[in-house]
């Protein structure tokens, strides 16, 4: 049976299907891209400069068409997705601008005289295992860095994203990368298993689920790959003493009901000083009741529907948990009755440990409201979590927020504003949120040789 199709989240209908690649067509994949990289690695920068300069400039000039694709295969609301297309643009320019400087040779300090650089290189083909949520910026996070060092992609896009992920390889193509640079594979998870196992291949990236992380990472270390892992997040937003409530709330409602609240690093966890915690859920709750999820492709619409019917259902669980074991549904908390991946935006409060939506991610259109009594308090909640990702804190005074900010267990935090992404930032977490970085000159050391060259002077 065909994994790959476009099943339109907003109708539930399925629109195409795509044959999965092969085991023949998969060996031939892996030595395309093994074999691409010598040539690859040895490039001149400016080789590498141009095709990422020339990649942009192909995304930029294709945003609407881009835009949706993904609109149609996971219901992102179409101006979002072109937002998405906006900064994909960017991560692939700021790597053709910052690349070369990143690959500069690092003398060092030697005791015994002569000289010692370091140099740093690519590895080697890699594996790119991506998620559905943002096809195309997880995609380019991943790629820009690693084709600018001169390392080889094969990309296994999700089941539900075929017509991007072969769009990305036109890309390419056109842009004038050598053949086997950028490999699109339609695999199945015995043929990853394959490619993880399979000694021409020299790393594995995957965001993704923590279920899938571990698997993978599993894996490689059997293999003596090495991983980047951006998995899962139950991120804080922690509201202590802000400036602006209603900036706050606008922060919250569009950090947490974005992409339908299909982000890792979503606000997923609203934690509120006591004094300020009633305004806040009046106004909090009262701007979610004006999110109307609407048709995707209306440049107008903010929420769309969830990727599946699938999310639907985990997410549905989830409330249903809590709420039957004492939770308080503040605003939505029902599947809209209509064909497709649809569900209410969804505040609930009076969650503690025991429930689903305490214990998981919720990975939808659901916001969960903590009251606290103090910022202790908040910070112990705030780390009370397997995940580490992100965290965003609302607070007036700068260096107090800072001092919080020291205390919190996760890879990012965001002050004054909803959590973000950017080329120029390094994007990670800690505990199960994943290992290694991506973005910003992070993302060029990972997949790297840092060779040391010694010279020893006569």
Same mark, same amino acid.
């Given at each position: ?26 060996? $031939? !994949? ?9 040539? &690859? %690695? ?11 300069? %020339? ?13 949706? @694709? ?39 300090? +030697? ?15 890699? /594996?790119?295992?991506?998620? &559905? ?10 790629? !820009? ?49 394959? @490619?993880? !196992?399979?000694?021409? +291949? ?57 992409? $339908? ?53 985990? /997410? ?5 948990? $809590? ?12 599947? @809209?009755?209509?064909?497709?991946? &649809? ?12 429930? %689903? ?20 308090? $908040? ?9 580490? /990702?992100?965290?965003? @804190? ?42 290694? %970085?991506? /973005? ?19």
């Amino acid at each position: 049976m065909t994994t790959y199709k476009i099943v339109n989240p907003a109708t539930g209908k399925t629109e195409r299907e795509f044959p999965e690649a092969t085991d023949a067509e998969i060996q $031939a !994949a892996v030595g395309r891209a093994h074999q691409a990289f010598g040539g &690859w %690695r040895a490039s001149p920068q400016e080789d590498r400069v141009a095709l990422l300069n %020339r990649v942009a400039e192909l995304y930029a000039e294709r945003k609407d068409e881009l835009a949706a @694709i993904i609109t149609r295969e996971m219901g992102k609301p179409v101006a979002q997705a072109r937002g998405e297309i906006d900064i994909v643009v960017s991560i692939y320019r700021y790597y053709a601008a910052n690349g070369p400087k990143f690959l500069v040779d690092e003398e060092l300090e +030697v005791a015994g005289g002569g000289s010692a650089v370091v140099r740093k290189e690519g590895i080697g083909a890699l /594996l790119g295992i991506m998620p &559905w949520n943002f096809p195309y910026y997880q995609v380019a996070r991943f790629a !820009a860095p690693n084709l600018m060092l001169g390392n080889t992609i094969l990309l296994k896009h999700a089941p539900q994203c075929p017509e991007s992920a072969l769009a990305m390889e036109r890309i390419f193509a056109e842009a004038g990368a050598p053949d086997g640079t950028y490999v699109n594979l339609f695999a199945t998870n015995e043929q990853v298993s394959t @490619i993880i !196992a399979d000694p021409r +291949v020299q790393g594995v990236s995957l965001t993704g689920s923590e279920r899938a992380g571990s698997a993978v990472a599993e894996q490689a270390g059997r293999h003596l790959k090495k991983v980047v892992l951006e998995l899962g997040g139950s991120d804080p937003f922690l509201v202590l003493q802000p400036e602006d409530l209603d900036k706050t709330v606008k922060y919250a409602v569009t950090g947490r009901f974005g992409n $339908a609240g299909q982000a890792c690093n979503a606000a997923k966890r609203i934690i509120v000083l006591d004094e300020h915690y009633d305004a806040f859920v009046d106004k909090f709750t009262a701007a979610v009741g004006t999110v109307v999820p609407g048709d995707p492709s209306d440049p107008s619409t903010f929420m769309g529907p969830l990727s599946s019917a699938g999310a639907v259902e985990t /997410l549905a669980a989830q409330i249903e948990d $809590a709420v039957a074991k004492g939770a308080t549904v503040l605003a939505g908390g029902r599947r @809209i009755d209509r064909e497709g991946a &649809w569900y209410e935006p969804t505040v609930l409060t009076g969650v503690e440990p025991g429930m %689903r939506a305490f214990e998981e991610e919720l990975f939808g259109p659901a916001a969960v409201i903590y009251r606290v009594s103090s910022e202790d308090e $908040a910070v112990e909640l705030a780390n009370n979590t397997p995940y580490g /990702l992100g965290a965003a @804190i609302q607070c007036a005074d700068e260096d107090r927020a800072l001092e919080i900010a020291s205390r919190l267990d996760t890879g990012m935090v965001y002050i004054n504003q909803a959590e973000g992404s950017a080329a120029e930032l390094p994007f990670g977490g800690v505990k199960r949120s994943g290992i290694g %970085r991506e /973005l910003g000159k992070y993302g060029m050391e990972e997949f790297v040789n840092k060779k040391l060259v010694r010279v020893k002077r006569r």
